[in-house]
């Protein structure tokens, strides 16, 4: 398996898939992992992930054989292009693998690497976990309630990118379709307009709820929430809702009931080893997530609304800088953070880690590493809790110890070895 400009490690194997129809992976004790570093911070962050994830997979008696692919600037100076085949085939090609933040421009430009990425190798779920750690300053009052995982649908919705701007001929050929073939000129105004097209497919739906279930019911999570803003986009996240809700009644039997069985059969306790389904509107679900923050476990939504509900859940627990994230594909993973690429602190050595961190442990956890994911968050909690942290965290609590970004990762390598 040879690349243009990759060169893959002597000293890794790569990981298989052995079961097509369930996506199941052979994952070998030295596995090849790609590794983007990423715009910006991400020359900061990357390096400090890799170390410290190296130290819980050596301390669990296993080692990754990391190998660096580009994206973004790395690959505009090698390739002289945004994201080369080389990185879609390795990354494809190797299953599992971990990226920094990547620039992407507002109104103008490219379009996102990171959506690129998502869509070219078929990642469909978007996956946020949302949990507090002792220690990390939050706004409100109970950050501990929240401990949420979000799976945003990755490949439609208006992410979709289908879009036409506005004085082009091919908005105008658009409009005219919509106002004299489908009888919509009352709601498009006169003059300069850009029009996009929201899909949301029953396969698309499907996949998505099918996967935040399957995930609920193996992790032990009590209920799976539908958001969605049916009651006024009803053929599209109308029908996100219902597709979901025929996922579970068609698919889980006995494992799942609706929160309507829940309080009509049940009186509103729910039965030992059963999920349920719910659903709540987008808009309300936003304000839910501050004034009944335990009542939510997992969720399940489509593009827009998961970028908005994981990021104003991040805020509950200490912002996006400690915010992980990755995406899953079928017996596939690319683990990234939340946060952009804040280039204005590129290279100095400054910004806070954790949220890259914390990818890398959902990874381990794609992996089957659960001893190296478990150890990797426990030594993140007791670093913070001890009060060393980098600056962001520093300016917000008194008595703490503020180091750089390789500082941290040295601090949380340290007790990683003091855990295992």
Not at 200 to 221: C, P, Q
Not at 279 to 293: E, G
Not at 316 to 321: A, D, S, T, W, Y
Request: glycine share 10%; hydrophobic share 40%.
């Amino acid at each position: 398996m040879s690349y243009d400009q990759i060169e893959v490690p002597a000293d890794g194997e790569r990981i298989e898939l052995v079961d097509e129809e369930t996506g199941e992976l052979h994952v070998p004790e030295n596995p090849i992992v790609p590794i983007i570093h990423g715009d910006g911070i991400g020359t900061d962050v990357g390096p400090a992930a890799q170390q410290v994830l190296d130290a819980a997979a050596e301390a669990t008696g296993r080692s990754i054989a990391w190998m660096r692919v580009y994206a973004g600037g790395s690959a505009r100076e090698r390739y002289d292009e945004n994201l080369p085949e080389d990185t879609v085939k390795a990354i494809r090609d190797h299953r599992v693998a971990i990226k920094g933040p990547l620039t992407t421009p507002v109104g103008a430009g490219f379009r996102s690497l990171n959506v690129a990425l998502r869509q070219t190798l078929d990642m469909f779920a978007n996956v946020r976990p949302t949990y507090h750690l002792e220690g990390v300053p939050s706004p409100v009052v109970d950050p501990e309630e929240m401990d949420m995982v979000t799976f945003r649908e990755n490949t439609e919705d208006v992410y979709a990118g289908i879009e036409w701007e506005a004085g082009t001929d091919e908005v105008e050929k658009v409009r005219e379709f919509l106002e004299d073939d489908m009888d919509v000129e009352d709601v498009i105004h006169d003059g300069p307009v850009g029009i996009g097209v929201k899909p949301i497919s029953e396969f698309g739906s499907k996949r998505l709820v099918r996967e935040a279930i399957d995930y609920a019911i193996e992790n032990d999570r009590e209920s799976v929430t539908l958001v969605h803003k049916g009651n006024i986009m009803k053929f599209t996240e109308g029908a996100f809702r219902d597709w979901g809700y025929e996922v579970a009644e068609e698919e889980y039997g006995e494992d799942v009931i609706t929160e309507d069985e829940l309080w009509e059969e049940f009186d509103g306790e729910r039965p030992e080893g059963t999920l349920v389904v719910k659903d709540r509107i987008a808009d309300n679900m936003l304000q839910q997530l501050l004034t009944r923050t335990g009542d939510y476990d997992v969720i399940a939504t489509m593009n827009l609304n998961g970028d908005y509900l994981s990021d104003a859940a991040g805020a509950q627990i200490g912002g996006l800088g400690i915010a992980p994230g990755a995406n899953f594909g079928h017996g596939r993973c690319l683990a990234e953070p939340v946060h952009g690429s804040a280039p204005k602190y590129a290279g100095e050595d400054k910004v806070n880690p954790t949220a890259m961190i914390l990818s890398g442990r959902i990874m381990l956890e794609y992996l089957g590493w659960t001893d190296a994911a478990d150890l990797v968050r426990d030594a993140v909690e007791e670093t913070i809790a001890s009060g060393q942290v980098t600056y962001d965290l520093h300016r917000q609590i008194e008595g703490g110890e503020k180091l750089a970004t390789s500082e941290f990762a040295d601090a949380v390598v340290e007790r990683i070895h003091d855990l295992a």
